[in-house]
Protein backbone atom coordinates (compact mmCIF):
# COMPACT_ATOMS: atom_id res chain seq x y z
CA UNK A 1 0.00 0.00 0.00
CA UNK A 2 1.31 3.35 -0.98
CA UNK A 3 2.78 5.54 1.80
CA UNK A 4 2.55 9.27 1.12
CA UNK A 5 4.93 11.41 3.00
CA UNK A 6 7.14 14.74 2.85
CA UNK A 7 9.94 14.50 0.85
CA UNK A 8 13.09 16.17 2.71
CA UNK A 9 15.50 15.72 -0.39
CA UNK A 10 14.80 18.79 -2.04
CA UNK A 11 15.49 22.19 -0.70
CA UNK A 12 16.89 24.27 -3.14
CA UNK A 13 15.72 25.38 -6.33
CA UNK A 14 17.66 22.94 -7.93
CA UNK A 15 18.82 19.70 -7.69
CA UNK A 16 21.25 17.47 -10.42
CA UNK A 17 20.13 13.35 -10.76
CA UNK A 18 22.00 11.49 -13.04
CA UNK A 19 23.67 14.52 -14.65
CA UNK A 20 27.19 16.04 -15.74
CA UNK A 21 28.19 19.58 -15.46
CA UNK A 22 29.14 19.19 -19.22
CA UNK A 23 27.22 17.58 -21.77
CA UNK A 24 29.65 14.80 -23.65
CA UNK A 25 28.70 14.86 -27.86
CA UNK A 26 27.25 11.10 -27.22
CA UNK A 27 24.49 12.53 -24.47
CA UNK A 28 21.16 12.97 -24.81
CA UNK A 29 19.78 15.88 -22.05
CA UNK A 30 16.56 15.91 -20.34
CA UNK A 31 15.74 19.01 -18.65
CA UNK A 32 13.04 17.99 -15.85
CA UNK A 33 11.34 20.86 -14.32
CA UNK A 34 9.75 18.83 -11.23
CA UNK A 35 7.95 19.42 -7.85
CA UNK A 36 8.42 16.80 -4.70
CA UNK A 37 7.79 19.14 -2.05
CA UNK A 38 4.38 21.67 -1.19
CA UNK A 39 0.93 20.74 -1.27
CA UNK A 40 1.48 18.70 -5.24
CA UNK A 41 4.93 17.27 -3.89
CA UNK A 42 3.37 13.73 -3.52
CA UNK A 43 1.90 13.56 -7.17
CA UNK A 44 5.02 15.32 -8.12
CA UNK A 45 6.89 12.34 -6.61
CA UNK A 46 5.29 9.31 -8.00
CA UNK A 47 4.85 11.19 -11.37
CA UNK A 48 8.64 12.10 -11.96
CA UNK A 49 10.11 9.07 -10.21
CA UNK A 50 8.81 7.35 -12.81
CA UNK A 51 9.88 9.12 -15.89
CA UNK A 52 13.46 9.43 -14.55
CA UNK A 53 13.20 5.64 -14.13
CA UNK A 54 12.30 4.92 -17.54
CA UNK A 55 15.14 6.94 -18.68
CA UNK A 56 17.13 4.86 -16.23
CA UNK A 57 15.75 1.88 -17.38
CA UNK A 58 16.50 3.07 -21.44
CA UNK A 59 20.31 3.68 -20.62
CA UNK A 60 20.36 0.02 -18.22
CA UNK A 61 18.72 -1.74 -20.63
CA UNK A 62 19.39 -0.78 -23.83
CA UNK A 63 22.34 1.36 -23.65
CA UNK A 64 20.32 4.63 -24.15
CA UNK A 65 18.95 5.50 -27.35
CA UNK A 66 20.90 3.61 -30.47
CA UNK A 67 23.60 3.92 -28.13
CA UNK A 68 23.39 7.63 -26.64
CA UNK A 69 23.26 7.61 -23.11
CA UNK A 70 20.34 9.87 -21.66
CA UNK A 71 21.28 12.09 -19.04
CA UNK A 72 19.41 15.01 -17.07
CA UNK A 73 18.92 17.72 -14.52
CA UNK A 74 15.70 18.44 -12.38
CA UNK A 75 14.49 21.91 -11.25
CA UNK A 76 12.25 22.03 -8.15
CA UNK A 77 9.38 24.06 -9.18
CA UNK A 78 7.11 23.54 -6.16
CA UNK A 79 4.11 23.40 -9.08
CA UNK A 80 4.62 28.02 -8.90
CA UNK A 81 4.80 29.53 -12.41
CA UNK A 82 7.34 31.94 -11.08
CA UNK A 83 9.86 29.44 -10.16
CA UNK A 84 9.18 27.12 -13.25
CA UNK A 85 9.97 29.70 -15.14
CA UNK A 86 13.23 30.34 -13.56
CA UNK A 87 13.89 26.56 -13.50
CA UNK A 88 13.77 26.89 -17.51
CA UNK A 89 15.84 29.29 -17.95
CA UNK A 90 18.32 27.92 -15.27
CA UNK A 91 18.24 24.62 -18.00
CA UNK A 92 18.21 25.96 -21.31
CA UNK A 93 21.37 26.16 -22.39
CA UNK A 94 21.86 22.69 -21.98
CA UNK A 95 18.98 22.24 -24.09
CA UNK A 96 19.66 23.90 -26.89
CA UNK A 97 22.64 21.42 -27.69
CA UNK A 98 20.52 18.42 -27.42
CA UNK A 99 17.10 17.73 -25.19
CA UNK A 100 14.78 15.61 -24.64
CA UNK A 101 10.62 17.42 -24.59
CA UNK A 102 9.96 19.33 -21.08
CA UNK A 103 7.51 18.21 -19.05
CA UNK A 104 6.58 20.53 -16.63
CA UNK A 105 2.84 18.33 -15.18
CA UNK A 106 1.62 21.84 -14.70
CA UNK A 107 -0.76 23.91 -16.84
CA UNK A 108 0.55 27.19 -15.03
CA UNK A 109 3.92 26.92 -16.34
CA UNK A 110 2.73 25.48 -19.26
CA UNK A 111 1.02 28.35 -20.53
CA UNK A 112 4.22 30.38 -19.24
CA UNK A 113 6.55 28.55 -21.38
CA UNK A 114 4.92 27.87 -24.68
CA UNK A 115 6.08 31.31 -26.52
CA UNK A 116 9.80 30.58 -25.12
CA UNK A 117 9.79 27.28 -26.01
CA UNK A 118 9.69 28.19 -29.80
CA UNK A 119 12.18 31.17 -29.44
CA UNK A 120 14.41 28.76 -28.26
CA UNK A 121 13.51 25.53 -29.91
CA UNK A 122 12.69 23.09 -26.93
CA UNK A 123 9.54 21.07 -27.53
CA UNK A 124 7.33 21.50 -24.55
CA UNK A 125 5.36 18.12 -23.99
CA UNK A 126 2.37 18.65 -21.88
CA UNK A 127 0.90 15.31 -21.42
CA UNK A 128 -2.83 15.40 -20.33
CA UNK A 129 -2.66 18.76 -19.42
CA UNK A 130 -1.69 22.56 -20.63
CA UNK A 131 -3.47 24.69 -23.24
CA UNK A 132 -6.33 22.47 -25.11
CA UNK A 133 -6.03 24.66 -28.29
CA UNK A 134 -2.02 23.78 -29.08
CA UNK A 135 -3.25 20.50 -30.43
CA UNK A 136 -3.36 23.33 -33.59
CA UNK A 137 0.46 22.34 -34.49
CA UNK A 138 0.34 25.64 -37.20
CA UNK A 139 -0.16 27.85 -34.73
CA UNK A 140 2.10 26.17 -31.89
CA UNK A 141 4.74 24.27 -33.42
CA UNK A 142 6.64 23.28 -30.31
CA UNK A 143 3.61 22.66 -27.81
CA UNK A 144 2.42 19.54 -27.45
CA UNK A 145 -1.00 18.50 -25.35
CA UNK A 146 -0.38 14.97 -26.14
CA UNK A 147 -2.57 11.87 -25.50
CA UNK A 148 -5.96 13.76 -24.75
CA UNK A 149 -6.68 17.43 -24.07
CA UNK A 150 -9.15 18.61 -20.90
CA UNK A 151 -11.63 19.52 -23.89
CA UNK A 152 -11.64 16.30 -25.24
CA UNK A 153 -11.30 14.47 -21.53
CA UNK A 154 -14.78 16.23 -20.30
CA UNK A 155 -16.52 15.42 -23.32
CA UNK A 156 -15.50 11.85 -23.26
CA UNK A 157 -16.60 11.65 -19.64
CA UNK A 158 -19.86 12.94 -20.46
CA UNK A 159 -20.43 10.51 -23.01
CA UNK A 160 -19.60 7.85 -20.31
CA UNK A 161 -22.22 9.90 -18.23
CA UNK A 162 -24.85 9.71 -20.83
CA UNK A 163 -24.43 6.23 -22.18
CA UNK A 164 -25.26 5.36 -18.18
CA UNK A 165 -28.00 7.17 -18.96
CA UNK A 166 -29.47 4.84 -21.67
CA UNK A 167 -28.19 7.67 -24.32
CA UNK A 168 -29.52 11.26 -22.96
CA UNK A 169 -28.89 14.25 -20.58
CA UNK A 170 -31.84 16.35 -21.02
CA UNK A 171 -33.00 17.61 -18.08
CA UNK A 172 -30.07 16.08 -16.18
CA UNK A 173 -28.05 17.90 -13.35
CA UNK A 174 -24.31 18.32 -13.71
CA UNK A 175 -21.88 20.33 -11.24
CA UNK A 176 -18.19 21.19 -12.26
CA UNK A 177 -16.33 21.00 -9.38
CA UNK A 178 -12.81 22.63 -10.35
CA UNK A 179 -9.50 24.22 -9.06
CA UNK A 180 -9.75 27.97 -9.71
CA UNK A 181 -6.56 28.06 -12.15
CA UNK A 182 -5.52 27.27 -15.46
CA UNK A 183 -6.00 23.85 -15.14
CA UNK A 184 -9.61 24.06 -13.77
CA UNK A 185 -10.65 26.79 -16.42
CA UNK A 186 -9.42 24.61 -19.80
CA UNK A 187 -12.41 22.24 -19.81
CA UNK A 188 -15.33 25.25 -18.99
CA UNK A 189 -15.89 25.95 -22.74
CA UNK A 190 -16.34 22.52 -24.12
CA UNK A 191 -18.56 21.79 -21.30
CA UNK A 192 -20.68 24.62 -21.80
CA UNK A 193 -20.84 23.72 -25.05
CA UNK A 194 -21.85 20.30 -24.31
CA UNK A 195 -24.69 21.53 -21.87
CA UNK A 196 -26.09 23.69 -25.00
CA UNK A 197 -25.70 20.20 -27.26
CA UNK A 198 -27.36 17.95 -24.43
CA UNK A 199 -29.91 19.89 -22.52
CA UNK A 200 -28.46 19.58 -19.27
CA UNK A 201 -28.11 22.15 -16.79
CA UNK A 202 -25.07 23.32 -15.35
CA UNK A 203 -23.44 24.60 -12.93
CA UNK A 204 -19.85 26.24 -12.20
CA UNK A 205 -18.40 26.09 -8.60
CA UNK A 206 -14.86 27.01 -8.12
CA UNK A 207 -12.41 25.70 -5.34
CA UNK A 208 -9.51 27.99 -4.05
CA UNK A 209 -6.33 26.73 -4.05
CA UNK A 210 -4.92 24.59 -2.79
CA UNK A 211 -8.47 23.28 -1.99
CA UNK A 212 -8.45 21.93 1.43
CA UNK A 213 -11.38 24.15 2.69
CA UNK A 214 -14.56 22.85 0.48
CA UNK A 215 -17.35 23.54 2.98
CA UNK A 216 -18.96 25.93 1.04
CA UNK A 217 -19.10 24.29 -1.93
CA UNK A 218 -20.45 20.91 -0.75
CA UNK A 219 -23.17 22.69 0.93
CA UNK A 220 -24.00 24.27 -1.94
CA UNK A 221 -23.75 21.11 -3.95
CA UNK A 222 -25.92 19.61 -1.51
CA UNK A 223 -28.21 22.38 -1.97
CA UNK A 224 -27.98 21.81 -5.93
CA UNK A 225 -28.62 18.02 -5.76
CA UNK A 226 -26.95 17.32 -9.01
CA UNK A 227 -27.41 14.15 -10.47
CA UNK A 228 -23.29 13.93 -11.21
CA UNK A 229 -20.12 15.98 -10.22
CA UNK A 230 -17.31 16.52 -12.53
CA UNK A 231 -14.30 16.75 -10.49
CA UNK A 232 -11.10 19.06 -11.45
CA UNK A 233 -9.23 18.58 -8.91
CA UNK A 234 -5.27 18.23 -7.77
CA UNK A 235 -3.03 17.40 -4.85
CA UNK A 236 -4.85 17.81 -1.08
CA UNK A 237 -7.83 19.24 -2.66
CA UNK A 238 -8.91 15.49 -4.26
CA UNK A 239 -8.99 13.52 -0.83
CA UNK A 240 -10.58 16.80 0.90
CA UNK A 241 -13.61 16.67 -1.44
CA UNK A 242 -13.87 12.80 -1.14
CA UNK A 243 -14.65 13.09 2.69
CA UNK A 244 -16.80 16.26 2.32
CA UNK A 245 -18.90 14.19 0.08
CA UNK A 246 -19.60 11.85 2.17
CA UNK A 247 -20.10 14.09 4.77
CA UNK A 248 -22.64 15.54 3.14
CA UNK A 249 -24.19 12.27 1.79
CA UNK A 250 -23.31 12.83 -1.90
CA UNK A 251 -23.31 9.20 -3.45
CA UNK A 252 -18.97 8.85 -4.41
CA UNK A 253 -20.13 6.94 -7.89
CA UNK A 254 -21.66 9.92 -9.22
CA UNK A 255 -18.25 11.60 -8.91
CA UNK A 256 -16.31 11.38 -11.85
CA UNK A 257 -12.56 13.39 -11.46
CA UNK A 258 -10.18 14.36 -13.88
CA UNK A 259 -7.26 12.23 -14.60
CA UNK A 260 -4.99 13.90 -12.42
CA UNK A 261 -8.11 13.60 -9.26
CA UNK A 262 -7.50 9.72 -9.78
CA UNK A 263 -4.63 8.36 -8.12
CA UNK A 264 -3.83 6.29 -4.95
CA UNK A 265 -2.86 9.60 -3.53
CA UNK A 266 -6.39 10.82 -3.52
CA UNK A 267 -7.76 7.36 -2.59
CA UNK A 268 -6.04 6.04 0.16
CA UNK A 269 -6.09 9.30 2.76
CA UNK A 270 -9.82 9.49 2.19
CA UNK A 271 -10.25 5.87 3.50
CA UNK A 272 -13.85 4.60 3.15
CA UNK A 273 -15.08 7.69 1.93
CA UNK A 274 -13.15 6.77 -1.93
CA UNK A 275 -14.70 3.34 -2.42
CA UNK A 276 -17.09 3.95 -5.87
CA UNK A 277 -15.30 7.47 -6.60
CA UNK A 278 -14.39 7.22 -10.42
CA UNK A 279 -12.29 8.80 -12.16
CA UNK A 280 -10.75 9.34 -15.65
CA UNK A 281 -7.41 8.00 -17.13
CA UNK A 282 -4.94 6.90 -19.96
CA UNK A 283 -3.21 4.48 -17.91
CA UNK A 284 -3.53 1.23 -15.45
CA UNK A 285 -2.35 1.53 -12.34
CA UNK A 286 -0.38 -1.96 -11.27
CA UNK A 287 2.89 -4.27 -12.27
CA UNK A 288 0.59 -6.25 -14.54
CA UNK A 289 2.13 -4.21 -17.20
CA UNK A 290 5.11 -5.98 -18.52
CA UNK A 291 7.03 -2.61 -18.79
CA UNK A 292 6.60 -1.71 -15.02
CA UNK A 293 7.45 -5.06 -13.60
CA UNK A 294 10.71 -4.81 -15.75
CA UNK A 295 11.71 -1.47 -14.63
CA UNK A 296 11.34 -2.78 -10.87
CA UNK A 297 13.37 -5.54 -12.09
CA UNK A 298 15.96 -3.93 -13.96
CA UNK A 299 16.22 -0.66 -12.18
CA UNK A 300 15.29 -1.14 -8.57
CA UNK A 301 17.61 -4.66 -9.36
CA UNK A 302 20.37 -2.67 -9.55
CA UNK A 303 19.94 0.03 -7.48
CA UNK A 304 19.63 2.77 -9.38
CA UNK A 305 15.64 3.28 -8.74
CA UNK A 306 14.63 7.15 -8.60
CA UNK A 307 11.86 6.71 -5.61
CA UNK A 308 12.14 6.45 -1.74
CA UNK A 309 9.49 4.24 -1.54
CA UNK A 310 9.40 1.61 -4.03
CA UNK A 311 5.79 0.13 -3.07
CA UNK A 312 4.85 3.37 -5.18
CA UNK A 313 6.11 1.30 -7.98
CA UNK A 314 2.89 0.65 -10.07
CA UNK A 315 0.15 2.75 -8.77
CA UNK A 316 -1.45 5.53 -11.27
CA UNK A 317 0.82 8.52 -11.53
CA UNK A 318 4.24 6.36 -11.45
CA UNK A 319 2.86 4.57 -14.17
CA UNK A 320 1.83 7.96 -15.68
CA UNK A 321 5.39 9.36 -15.27
CA UNK A 322 6.59 6.08 -17.04
CA UNK A 323 4.17 6.95 -20.10
CA UNK A 324 5.41 10.37 -20.53
CA UNK A 325 8.84 9.07 -20.92
CA UNK A 326 7.69 6.25 -23.42
CA UNK A 327 6.44 9.24 -25.67
CA UNK A 328 9.70 11.26 -25.43
CA UNK A 329 11.85 8.48 -26.35
CA UNK A 330 9.05 7.34 -29.06
CA UNK A 331 10.05 10.87 -30.37
CA UNK A 332 13.57 11.01 -30.09
CA UNK A 333 14.00 7.75 -32.08
CA UNK A 334 11.36 9.11 -34.43
CA UNK A 335 13.94 12.09 -34.86
CA UNK A 336 17.00 10.09 -35.04
CA UNK A 337 15.19 7.93 -38.43
CA UNK A 338 14.99 11.09 -40.17
CA UNK A 339 18.34 12.86 -39.10
CA UNK A 340 20.46 10.33 -38.22
CA UNK A 341 21.37 7.37 -35.53
CA UNK A 342 24.19 6.99 -32.67
CA UNK A 343 24.08 10.56 -32.01
CA UNK A 344 21.87 13.32 -30.07
CA UNK A 345 19.28 15.36 -31.63
CA UNK A 346 18.49 18.90 -31.00
CA UNK A 347 15.22 20.42 -29.87
CA UNK A 348 13.84 21.38 -33.95
CA UNK A 349 14.40 17.46 -34.59
CA UNK A 350 12.80 16.44 -30.96
CA UNK A 351 10.11 18.55 -32.24
CA UNK A 352 9.61 17.00 -35.83
CA UNK A 353 9.68 13.72 -33.96
CA UNK A 354 6.56 14.82 -31.96
CA UNK A 355 4.98 16.00 -34.51
CA UNK A 356 5.28 12.85 -36.35
CA UNK A 357 4.10 10.00 -34.07
CA UNK A 358 2.61 6.99 -35.01
CA UNK A 359 2.62 4.66 -31.75
CA UNK A 360 0.65 1.68 -32.54
CA UNK A 361 -0.70 -0.97 -30.16
CA UNK A 362 1.75 -3.39 -32.05
CA UNK A 363 4.51 -0.77 -30.81
CA UNK A 364 3.28 -0.34 -27.29
CA UNK A 365 2.89 -4.70 -27.05
CA UNK A 366 6.71 -4.96 -28.27
CA UNK A 367 7.91 -2.46 -25.32
CA UNK A 368 5.48 -4.08 -22.68
CA UNK A 369 3.34 -0.84 -22.27
CA UNK A 370 0.07 -2.18 -23.52
CA UNK A 371 -2.41 0.10 -21.69
CA UNK A 372 -0.01 2.68 -20.56
CA UNK A 373 -1.63 5.10 -23.50
CA UNK A 374 -3.87 4.59 -26.33
CA UNK A 375 -2.46 4.19 -29.57
CA UNK A 376 -0.86 8.38 -30.38
CA UNK A 377 -1.16 9.69 -34.19
CA UNK A 378 0.01 13.35 -34.35
CA UNK A 379 0.51 15.23 -37.03
CA UNK A 380 0.77 19.02 -37.71
CA UNK A 381 -2.62 19.71 -37.49
CA UNK A 382 -3.34 17.21 -34.36
CA UNK A 383 -0.71 17.48 -31.80
CA UNK A 384 -2.63 15.55 -29.96
CA UNK A 385 -2.77 12.39 -31.13
CA UNK A 386 -5.05 10.14 -29.67
CA UNK A 387 -8.33 12.00 -27.79
CA UNK A 388 -9.50 8.78 -25.87
CA UNK A 389 -10.16 8.04 -22.04
CA UNK A 390 -10.90 5.65 -19.87
CA UNK A 391 -13.29 5.29 -16.98
CA UNK A 392 -11.90 3.55 -13.89
CA UNK A 393 -13.46 3.09 -10.20
CA UNK A 394 -12.33 2.96 -6.50
CA UNK A 395 -12.88 -0.47 -5.35
CA UNK A 396 -11.51 0.27 -1.67
CA UNK A 397 -8.23 -0.57 -2.40
CA UNK A 398 -7.45 -0.50 -5.94
CA UNK A 399 -8.11 1.21 -9.16
CA UNK A 400 -10.16 -0.77 -11.85
CA UNK A 401 -11.03 0.22 -15.12
CA UNK A 402 -15.26 0.00 -15.98
CA UNK A 403 -14.83 1.54 -19.43
CA UNK A 404 -12.52 0.83 -22.63
CA UNK A 405 -11.29 3.37 -24.58
CA UNK A 406 -13.77 6.47 -25.09
CA UNK A 407 -13.13 9.17 -27.07
CA UNK A 408 -14.37 13.14 -26.67
CA UNK A 409 -16.94 14.74 -29.23
CA UNK A 410 -14.42 15.83 -31.76
CA UNK A 411 -16.73 17.64 -34.18
CA UNK A 412 -17.87 19.79 -31.23
CA UNK A 413 -14.27 20.02 -29.45
CA UNK A 414 -12.12 20.48 -32.34
CA UNK A 415 -13.54 23.49 -33.79
CA UNK A 416 -13.14 25.29 -30.02
CA UNK A 417 -9.91 24.74 -29.96
CA UNK A 418 -9.34 26.19 -33.72
CA UNK A 419 -10.90 29.29 -33.27
CA UNK A 420 -8.89 29.68 -30.23
CA UNK A 421 -5.54 29.00 -32.03
CA UNK A 422 -6.43 31.31 -34.21
CA UNK A 423 -7.24 34.26 -32.10
CA UNK A 424 -4.37 33.41 -30.25
CA UNK A 425 -2.13 33.74 -34.01
CA UNK A 426 -4.06 37.26 -34.45
CA UNK A 427 -3.18 38.65 -30.59
CA UNK A 428 0.53 37.30 -31.06
CA UNK A 429 0.85 38.45 -34.92
CA UNK A 430 1.52 34.63 -35.72
CA UNK A 431 1.31 33.22 -39.37
CA UNK A 432 0.33 30.14 -38.64
CA UNK A 433 2.40 27.10 -40.87
CA UNK A 434 1.08 25.29 -44.08
CA UNK A 435 0.46 21.95 -42.88
CA UNK A 436 -0.06 21.06 -46.25
CA UNK A 437 3.43 21.49 -46.82
CA UNK A 438 4.67 19.46 -43.42
CA UNK A 439 6.25 16.07 -43.61
Keep these: MIKVRKSVLMTAVSVVLGSQAAL ?46 LVWEE ?22 VSTGPIHTMSTGVAYALIDKSVEDHIPLAMVGYGRTDAVDGSVFPYAFPLVSTYQMQASAILKFIKEKEKGSLEGKKIVYLYHDSA ?52 GVMNQTAIKAAQKVGFPRDRIIGSWWAGSEEDTIPAGDAATGYMSATWNVSGKDVPLIADIEKVVYGAGKGNLQDPSRIGTILYNRGVSA ?10 AQEKYGKEKPVTGEQVRWGMENLDITDARLKEIGATDLLPEIKTSCTDHEGSGKIKIQQWDGAQWVPVSGWIEGNKELIHPLFKASAEQYAKEKGITPRDCSKES
Excluded at 32 to 59: C, E, K, M, T, W
Excluded at 191 to 202: C, G, P, R, V
Design 24 to 69: AAEEQFFPVLSYRVGPYGANGQAFFGGFIDYLNYVNLKNNGINGVK
Design 325 to 334: AVLSIEAMLK
Design 183 to 234: YGKEPIVALQEEAKLNKFDLTLIPVAHPGNEQGAQWLQIRWEQPDYVIFWGW
Design 75 to 96: CETEYNNAKGIECYERLKDKAK
